[in-house]
Structure formats: structure tokens, C-alpha cells
């Protein structure tokens, strides 16, 4: 991995960052949205991954999750969820976002004309309720910080509203560990 960040432990509960390139805020759009939603089901359903909280902004998502391997979980996740991005983004003619993605594109990147994901998740490892309990709260309240609504619950593609309305109808979360 790329980061300075890495993942040190195997099964370990982290913290993580997955961030557009340039922030481009393309998470505003529904089909996008579906695309996130969709791969993180499929990753929990097919590929060991524990949800326990999430929140999808406009340009970045944080997840508190773990897997037997969450490092390959994440980066297929990633891989997978370009190329859907990028599909959308080509059928759509969204030739400006296009051209944005391939000027990001790193020069070692061989295999690929685009780049849609910043390198890294910035994994953090928890390894305690306290820390856990923190990294909840900041990713519950991270569209309250921006503004975007009054309270956690009100942001639709976050669990908040999985822990305060027991709404799983975005995305299912695994129960929080003892």
C-alpha cells in the first residue's frame, strides 16, 4: 500500500477514509449513491466484511468495518466501484468528470485510463470502546459539521439512522461487537 497508513492486524476492527480524487462531489447523484450501497452490501454479504457504522457524504464515505481480509476487501471494493463510476459516468457523457478522473490518473497507474479513488482508505485501527464509540459520533456527525442537516439521524445515507431510527433501508450494519 501506498499510504502511510496500512492495515497491521488481520480481522482487527478499523477506521476508514475513501475519498474521490480532487474531492469532486460526485455522491450527489443517485445512480453513484446505488453504486456505494449496492458494493457494500455485496462486500458484506459475499465477502466476510462487518459493517457497523457508515456514512456516505458527497465526495467521501467513512466506515468503521472488518474482515478476515479488509485490506483486499477494501481495495476490491474500490476497484470495482471505479469501473461502475466510470461506466455511469461514460453513459451519462459526462465528458467533463471524464477528463477530470483521467488527469488525476497517477503515471504508474498502467492498466488503467482513469483514477476515481485517492489512493489508500487511511485505516485506523480501534482497539477500544472509547475509540469506537469517538469514531461513531464523528462519522454520524459529519453531514451535521458540514451543515447539510440538524441532526445524524436526518442524513439518509449514514448509520444513524440504523442506531437512532432502526431504519436499515439504505444499508444493513452488522451489530456492534461485545
Given amino acids: 500500500m501506498r499510504s502511510r497508513y496500512k492495515f497491521v492486524e488481520t480481522d482487527a476492527l478499523y477506521f476508514l477514509t475513501c475519498t474521490i480524487v480532487d474531492w469532486f462531489p460526485i455522491f450527489q447523484s443517485p445512480p453513484y449513491l446505488e453504486i456505494i450501497t449496492n458494493s457494500l452490501t455485496f462486500c458484506r454479504k459475499n465477502k ?3 459493517l457497523y457504522a457508515y456514512v456516505i457524504m458527497e465526495n467521501h464515505l467513512h466506515l468503521i468495518a472488518g474482515a478476515p481480509d479488509l485490506s483486499r476487501v477494501i481495495q476490491d471494493f474500490k476497484s470495482y466501484t471505479a469501473r ?3 461506466a455511469v459516468t461514460e453513459s451519462n457523457n459526462r465528458t467533463e468528470l ?6 488525476r490518473k ?3 497507474k498502467e492498466e488503467s485510463r482513469h483514477q476515481v479513488w485517492q489512493e489508500g482508505a487511511h485505516p485506523q485501527i480501534i482497539r477500544d ?3 469506537l464509540n469517538q469514531k461513531i459520533t ?6 451535521v459539521r458540514r451543515g ?7 442524513w439518509r445515507h449514514s448509520s444513524a439512522r440504523n442506531y437512532y431510527l432502526d431504519d436499515h433501508s439504505v444499508l444493513e450494519i452488522d451489530p ?3
Avoid at 98 to 103: P, V
Avoid at 138 to 143: D, E, F, G, K
Avoid at 148 to 154: G, L, R, S, T
Fill in 48 to 50: 466476510g466484511m462487518r
Fill in 84 to 86: 461502475e463510476i466510470l
Fill in 98 to 103: 471524464l477528463n477530470k478522473f483521467m488527469l
Fill in 106 to 108: 497517477k503515471g504508474y
Fill in 129 to 131: 470502546d472509547e475509540v
Fill in 138 to 143: 464523528y462519522i454520524h456527525n459529519n453531514p
Fill in 148 to 154: 447539510y442537516v440538524d441532526a445524524p439521524e436526518h
Fill in 176 to 178: 456492534l461487537p461485545l
